[in-house]
């Protein structure tokens, strides 16, 4: 593993409060050169430290307010179930997230709806249909707390 230095800790600090800013601004608030700041941020890519850029999306903007998180239990725990269901999850839109988990439940989902009849919908039309699928338990969020944190390191 490659070891990170303190101004690459810092341009990476930096890009996950703000990716908007110029690499002028970075390079300021990282005190080196903007030459030296895109060379490190290039090869903070290129070595894959950095996934990609993006804007979050305020998800009441756009009618996705309600969050919720379900478990799923599949009906067996095989390399070949787990890789039908993780197929299937990637075609639904709606999943933002889905972790292979190690517990009382199989895989943890992360979905974003309008309401709780429009998550209704889509559990009785496609969650339960997904594959192997044996169980769900569903957590409406109330309120986010933490969301979508800087990772510290």
Do not use: W
Request: hydrophobic fraction near 40%.
């Amino acid at each position: 593993m490659v070891e990170l230095d303190q101004i690459d800790r810092n341009i990476l600090k930096h890009l996950q409060t703000n990716g908007r800013l110029t690499n002028a601004e970075l390079a300021t608030l990282v005190s080196v050169s903007p030459a030296t700041c895109h060379r490190r941020t290039q090869r903070l890519f290129d070595e894959g430290f950095i996934k990609c850029v993006s804007a979050q999306v305020s998800p009441s903007k756009v009618n996705r307010g309600a969050l919720v998180v379900v478990g799923v239990v599949l009906d067996r725990s095989t390399p070949e179930s787990f890789g039908e269901f993780e197929a299937a999850t990637t075609k639904l839109p709606f999943i933002l997230d889905c972790h292979l988990v190690a517990g009382d439940f199989d895989y943890f989902l992360k979905i974003r709806v309008r309401d709780i009849a429009d998550f209704n919908r889509l559990h009785g039309e496609q969650l339960i249909a997904l594959p192997g699928v044996r169980q769900t338990r569903t957590f409406f969020v109330m309120k986010e707390v933490i969301d979508n944190a800087p990772l510290e390191f």
